[in-house]
Structure formats: C-alpha cells, structure tokens
C-alpha cells in the first residue's frame, strides 16, 4: 500500500533519451501512474527537437500557473504537458538556457554547502546542474502551494545529473521527502572502463572500513560528478541503487550502503507474444538471409539452411561491455566448429556504433547485384508459369530448361552469375561500413583479426561489424534494431561492469537467448532463477577460463537442434516476466513510504 499522495519522479532522461535511465522511467510509468494516478508527475530536461517527438503540452493547470510565472522571472521556462509512453504521465519539461548564465554563482553554492567540486567543470556538468538547480527551485515553489502543502508528496531523483535539485529542495524545505538513486557511480564506471579491478577494491574497502579517496575521482577526471553523488547519497532521506552489484559499488565509493535496492523492469505486456515471436521471426530472418546471401555468396558457397546467428549491443566500451570477451570467445567457438566437423556456421552480429564516413562501397555493390538477380527472376516468373500452364493444358510435361526460359533470360543470368562471382577467392568484409578512421586502429577489427575471425570460407563463424544504429531506412540490413535482433537465437552481453544491463533482459523477453554475467546487476538479480538466460561466472575468474564457459555455451546454441531450441526460447520469456514492472514496481512504492516515515519520525 502506497502512503504518499503526490510524486514527482526527477530524471534528466524524461523525454530526453540518453541512456538506460530513460528506459527505466519510462517502461515503470504505465505501473506507477495505476498507484498514484495524476498525482505522479514525471519531470524531465526541455530538448526542442525530443519533445516535439515525445511530449504533448497542454494547458497549465491553475496550481502550476502561479509556479510557472514566478519561475520565469529568473528566466526558467516550464512546460507543462503528457508524456507520450504508457500511462501517459503529468510531466514538466523544464528549460534553462537562459537561466545557464547563473551556472558560476550556482557552482560557487554547491562548493559552499556542500563541497561539490566543480572549478574545472565543462558543460557536460554545468548544463544538467543548472537544470537539477532549476527543478529545486520548481519544486520548493510548487510545494508551498495550497494543493500540495497539505499532502504528503515525495520527491525521487536519479542519478547525479537529477542531483544538485534534492540539495537545493532539502536546503530550502527540510521536510521534504527524498529519494536519491544512483543507477552507478562516476568513479567505479570510469575505474572499470581503465581495466581496474574496481570490484576487489572494493570488497577490500568494505572489509577494512574505508571509503573512496577524493584523489581517486580527481585522478580519474570525475571530481565533479562524484562530489554531486556524494553529497545526494548522504542527503537524501533514502538513497537507492538497482542492484547488489552496485550497492556495494556505493558502500565504498559514496560512503553510504543504500537503504534498499530498486531492480530495473520492463512492461512485459509491450513484448509480442510467443506466437507474434514466430511470425515475426519468419517474416524477418528472409531478409537477414536475402542480406546473408548478398554478403558471403559472391566469395564462396555459403548454405543458408544451417546457420544459427549470434550478437552482441550496446555502447562501444570495449572492456566494460565485455566485447573483448565476447570476440575472444568467438575465436574459440570457430575452433570448436571446426575440430567437431558440425554442419552450423554461426553468424557473429557485432552492433555497436562507431564513427563512420558511410556505408562499405563494397557490400553495397554486393546487394546490389543480388537485388539485379532477384528482379530478373520475379519479372520472369509470371512467363516461366505461363509456359508450364501451356505445355500442361496441351498434355505435354516441361522436359528441358529451354521450354521454359528464353535464351535471353538464360543469357542474362549468366552475365550476371559471371558478375555476381568474379570476387570468388576472397573474403568478405568484417565491417559493413566505412569507418571514419583506419581499420587497424578499431579495437573490435583488430581483435577479430587477432582472434583469426577474418570470415575465410573455412570459418565456421563469420563476424559481421555493424557499427551504427540499426535501421529500416539504411541501405544494407534495412532492419530496426527489435526487427534485426530477432532473427537471432543468442545475444550475448558479458559485462565486465553493468549496474543493471537491460539488453540480455529486452531480448529474453523477445524470446531470444541470452548470456549476462555475475558482474552485473541483473545477472545477479536473475542468477537461479529460470532458464533461457545464462549467467556466465566472471568475478575472481580467469580470463580464459571465463574464454571458454563462454565459447562452450555458443557452441552449445549453435548445435542445439531445433525443437530443444525453440522450447528453450520460451525458457527465456518465461524468465524475463520475473523482472516484470507489475512486480518490481512495488520497491519504488517502498522507498517512497520509507522516505514519508523518516521525514515524519520526531
């Protein structure tokens, strides 16, 4: 039972999509709305270009008018409206580049009262803080109103960008009820990103008592960031984490254990069914295998009735992400392939985005004569039928190829089977586009190439690089990245560091394998729990080791026959619906009437 009568849900990502907070949000929105109703209102940063995408403005109700008058006198801008997701949540989008021009004196504040480091901030800092103190400002107004003085409303913030709002509502109205939740903490993530071992220090600094040095954040360029987390954590009447990766993570680095942990959800309902799934699948593995064709046939044979495709996504952290793993598993997948002489070659869907100049003029061309095939074939296809039909209605059997094709269709194909071959004896690309600076220098083209995944005919896994966002507008796959995806029996995601990672959970709930690992917050929220969904052992494991767990597991995908394949997708949804809103949403209902019960408490 929820005791709060007003939220206000604080997220720099409310209609500003920027990472994996906005999917947080958002899919609890359509839950949360069901226990607060209008009640709950989400507020977020104004971007021009994604509100009009995402928000729907409306009349400013009378209680927020005043507010919003008084809030412009400072040069803040407040728009008032409903967010276009499930629930349709109240939101207010505020906008503060005019408000911007104060950041120096807002700065010299956070340092003041609260030793927020920030002298030799960039942008990237000083725009959400100015936001944060904007928001603050909102919201001790909004406060003191004839509604919401006398009901009970519990303020939630996320993340350090939401932070410098908590500081200034606490500062200015003590009983106000917070909530602070840090979705991972700067310094661990850029500790982990330099290939530290941030989780043994960790466990080492719980163990001894300790808390984070300030020369570490400063050493790490996050001295800024870091201090606004700290100062939020141990401010905030209740400070949450999503996970128990990342609780201890906050333990050590912000000095405070989080009083309770809100797991990441998804909204279930929003994924097609196990029957949609098949459908789906059908329909758009004819295009990946129409693109497979275009990609490999002009080198070499290639038999598309025994592949199993395999990929990973995310952001290009090659060492966090666990992408280094991941290739150097593929490495050893192609050996086991080999050494059993298993009919399956496994397609290695590498989607992660880079800088690039265009796509690869090459598999373009590829697609191309493809294409030129395929169009002389279907223009064809109604005269073969029509002679078939003649040659039967007269009690003839077609007996030879010239009844059916004309020596002008037979002549062009082999113009275009001569064109279509005349790469034979090479090897496909592994990057489908042009790279905005020299393939030697990718961290993913080199360790394919070191791994010997160079897709030789006599590879038994072929690595496909798609280093931009997926979409059915471009020229190559022509896919979206939900449509691409599942076409695919495994995705693999081995993070290294993941607070929480909703990639391996989005494609279970699409009923597609999946591998996480025991570093992350999910894979340890989900670790015993069903089937479908691997947790590979990482922490305090060698790397090769961990090298071949993972490779066995691919190999065990891609050997699977059929039927087991098929059942064991279904594993895999059964096993996301565990993470579904409609049961997790009750921690955030928790955490609210913690923070209700501390502010009441004498």
């Known amino acids: 039972m929820k005791d709060a009568d007003a939220v206000f849900e604080v997220s720099y990502e409310v209609c500003n999509k920027v990472g994996g907070i906005y999917t947080a949000v958002s899919s609890k929105a359509k839950q949360i709305v069901e226990y607060y109703g209008d009640n709950y209102y989400a507020i977020g940063f104004f971007d021009p270009a994604k509100s009009k995408i995402e928000f729907d403005e409306k009349g400013i109700p009378e209680e927020f008018e005043k507010v919003f ?3 412009e006198k400072h040069e803040i801008k407040c728009y008032y409206g409903t967010w276009l997701i499930p629930g349709r949540p109240n939101t207010i989008l505020i906008d503060p580049s005019k408000f911007i021009k104060n950041v120096n004196q807002i700065k010299t504040d956070l340092w003041d ?15 959400p803080v100015v936001w944060a103190i904007a928001v603050g400002m909102f919201l001790v107004d909004l406060l003191k ?19 410098a709002a908590l500081l200034y509502l606490k500062e200015n109205l003590k009983d106000a009820a917070t909530v602070f939740t840090t979705h991972a903490t700067m310094l661990g993530r850029v500790m ?42 141990n401010n905030s009447d209740i400070f949450t984490t999503v996970s128990s990766v990342t609780a201890n993570e906050a333990e050590y680095i ?37 693109f497979f064709t275009a990609y490999f046939s002009r080198y070499y044979d290639f038999d598309l009735e025994n592949i199993r495709s395999i990929f990973i996504s995310g952001r290009y952290e090659f ?41 690869n003029i090459m598999i373009l061309k590829n697609i191309a004569l493809y294409e030129g095939m395929e169009d002389n074939v279907d223009n064809t296809l109604p005269d073969i039928k029509e002679k078939i039909l003649n040659l039967l209605t007269n009690g003839k059997i077609p007996e030879d190829i010239s009844d059916v094709l004309s020596d002008e269709f037979l002549q062009a194909c082999r113009r275009m089977m001569e064109h279509f071959t005349e790469t034979r004896g090479r090897e496909p690309p592994l990057c489908t586009f042009d790279l905005s600076y020299p393939e030697q220098n990718d961290l993913i083209i080199r360790s394919l190439r070191n791994n010997n995944l160079l897709n030789r005919k006599e590879d038994r896994v072929k690595a496909i690089f798609y280093p931009t966002y997926l979409s059915s507008a471009d020229r190559l796959l022509t896919l979206e990245y939900e449509q691409a995806v599942l076409t695919c029996d495994l995705g693999v995601f081995p993070s290294y560091y993941e607070p929480w990672g909703y990639t391996p959970l989005e494609s279970a709930a699409m009923g597609i394998l999946s591998v996480t690992t025991d570093m992350t ?14 947790v590979l052992k990482r922490k305090n494991r060698e790397w090769d080791d961990t090298v071949e767990d993972l490779a066995t597991r691919m190999y065990e995908v891609v050997t699977l026959p059929a039927d087991k394949l098929a059942k064991q997708r279904i594993d895999a949804k059964e096993t996301a619906a565990l993470a579904d809103w409609k049961i997790l949403v009750k921690n955030y209902i928790k955490a609210h009437n913690l923070a209700l019960k501390k502010t009441e408490d004498p």
């Open 69 to 71: 008058k008084n809030l």
């Open 113 to 127: 009262k609260h030793k927020v480091d920030s002298i030799n901030s960039d942008n990237t800092f000083n725009e």
């Open 145 to 163: 109103t004839d509604k919401f003085k006398n009901l009970k409303c519990v303020s939630q913030f996320h993340e350090w960008l939401s932070g």
């Open 192 to 233: 982990a990103g330099a290939d530290v071992d941030i989780f043994r220090i960790v466990d080492e600094g719980i163990k001894k008592g300790e808390v984070a040095s300030m020369d570490l954040a400063r050493q790490y360029g996050v001295i800024d960031k870091h201090t606004v987390e700290i100062a939020c954590a």
């Open 254 to 290: 912000l000095g405070r254990k989080p009083d309770l942990i809100l797991p990441n959800g998804i909204d279930i309902s929003r994924f097609p069914t196990a029957e949609e799934i098949h459908i789906l699948r059908k329909k758009y593995r004819k295009q990946t295998k129409e």
């Open 319 to 359: 060492h966090n992400k666990g992408i280094d793993l991941f290739i150097d598993a593929l490495g050893k997948l192609n050996g086991k392939l080999k050494q059993s002489k298993s009919d399956k070659t496994a397609i290695a869907f590498i989607f992660i985005p880079a800088k690039i100049r265009g796509e």
């Open 521 to 534: 917050g999910f894979g340890k929220f989900i670790e015993g729990k069903g089937d479908g969904i691997y």
